[in-house]
């Protein structure tokens, strides 16, 4: 399913639009993501920012990025891409059969590339944030 909702800062009036969905990334690997300004992918030219991805830490999901979202938002063009994934494993996401799963980096990295290559983007095509995971 997909959830559509709107966030309008409060500092700069701009909307933007928030979609969560859960994306098929193979037969055994759905991820929970939550997309803003998705509808711009379709129309995704080189003119748009740099679409960003935040990567949460280990043992946490997407939501660890809502607190500061809002003041993302406030800092971001308002074209921006942000995609918000839940790893394997945590939160929403799902992989079967669970007990098979090791959760390594490199399996973290390929899901990555696979769920960008799903919205249209080259694997390179993006920047990053993330958590550090050693500590």
Same mark, same amino acid.
């Given at each position: 399913?997909?959830? @559509?909702?709107?966030?309008?800062?409060?500092?700069?009036?701009?909307?933007?639009?928030?979609?969560?969905?859960?994306?098929?990334?193979?037969?055994? @690997?759905?991820?929970?993501?939550?997309?803003?300004?998705?509808?711009?992918?379709?129309?995704?030219?080189?003119?748009?920012?740099?679409?960003?991805?935040?990567?949460?830490?280990?043992?946490?999901?997407?939501?660890?990025?809502?607190?500061?979202?809002?003041?993302?938002?406030?800092?971001?063009?308002?074209?921006?891409?942000?995609?918000?994934?839940?790893?394997?494993?945590?939160?929403?996401?799902?992989?079967?059969?669970?007990?098979?799963?090791?959760?390594?980096?490199?399996?973290?990295?390929?899901?990555?590339? @696979?769920?960008?290559?799903? @919205?249209?983007?080259?694997?390179?095509?993006?920047?990053?944030?993330?958590?550090?995971?050693?500590?």
């Amino acid at each position: 399913g997909t959830t @559509l909702l709107d966030y309008t800062s409060p500092q700069t009036g701009v909307e933007h639009e928030w979609t969560v969905k859960f994306i098929e990334l193979t037969d055994d @690997l759905v991820y929970d993501v939550q997309i803003i300004n998705g509808d711009k992918i379709n129309n995704y030219d080189e003119s748009l920012p740099t679409p960003l991805i935040f990567v949460h830490g280990w043992m946490d999901s997407r939501l660890n990025w809502i607190t500061i979202l809002p003041e993302i938002l406030n800092i971001v063009d308002s074209n921006q891409i942000i995609i918000l994934p839940t790893l394997r494993g945590f939160g929403d996401s799902q992989i079967f059969p669970i007990e098979t799963s090791t959760f390594t980096v490199d399996e973290f990295v390929n899901d990555l590339i @696979l769920l960008l290559q799903k @919205l249209g983007f080259a694997a390179d095509s993006c920047s990053q944030t993330k958590f550090n995971w050693i500590g």
